[in-house]
């Protein structure tokens, strides 16, 4: 008769545990640093590209951290990488990783600070949380994850919360229902004066509301509540096509995934061709989503 080996059933709990938390622990991504430019002090936008809307950056001053400055270096150098499994790499440049350590790290304001000592550390924990397929995706991919910490306060919130809140009444739905496609209509084809005189003229006729507009990036139409932004622990990320033909991070904020803005630029195609059903989505977000400007 032959015996199967006694086995140590304790051990081998220890062991599948520890296995399982190693693979817990162990980063969907691997890190990658520009040591030239670690622990920086500042970056300062110096030139941008007029010719598009969104004026991105063309170049960049760095303060390095021994005090040294890089008076003129490229805004999409790469600061830090991000590499998949299958060696899909995203980067977040010199200009999209000044801007997020001087808000979100070194900022004075509360609301916009992460709960991070540097970006160092909060890359490295991006990393472990990244969804694994964001790198493989082709366009541009925006989603929030939760990084079990204070990551500030965010500044939207769904009009379904404020009703069921008591911040916005009903009568205060129905008002802004009421202008859906007017707004919708201004977003597409509006210019900023016929956009500024429609917020005056909503205040002018809705005094009591509790609802507004205002402008937001310059140009986009959106309906605001002057309600407390709320404490999270999401973090919202948007990674897009980037000037290597690679992806790299476009933003990264408190929050909850924001719906794209009804901004017809950033449904156009390369081509100048309007996407009509993805300005479509934006436009309804922004109707059942709105903007919180108080405390």
Sequence with gaps: MEYEPLKNTEQDSVQEQSESQAEKESPNYELFTNDEFIDFQRVEVISVDETKPWKPPLEVKVTKADGSVEDTLDANTPFFVFQDAEGNR????????????????????????????????????????????????????????????????????????????????????ELLESVREQVQELNLQGDPEAKQAFIDQFVTDNSDSAVTFQLVRGSVLVPTVDAPKRDTTELFMVFGPGADGQKTAYTMAPGRHMPRHPNPDQHKSPDGNMNMDTFQESADAWFDTVMLTGE
Excluded: C, W
């Design 90 to 173: 995203m980067s977040v440049t010199a200009a999209a990783a000044g801007h997020i350590d001087q808000l979100h790290i070194k900022g004075e304001d509360e609301g916009s600070k992460f709960d991070y000592d540097s970006l160092n550390e909060l890359f490295q924990d991006v990393a472990k949380k990244l969804p694994t397929e964001v790198a493989s995706q082709e366009g541009i991919s925006d989603f929030a994850i939760d990084m079990e910490r204070n990551m500030g306060k965010e500044g939207i919130a769904s009009v379904a919360e404020l009703l069921a809140e008591g911040i916005l009444s009903e009568h205060d739905a």
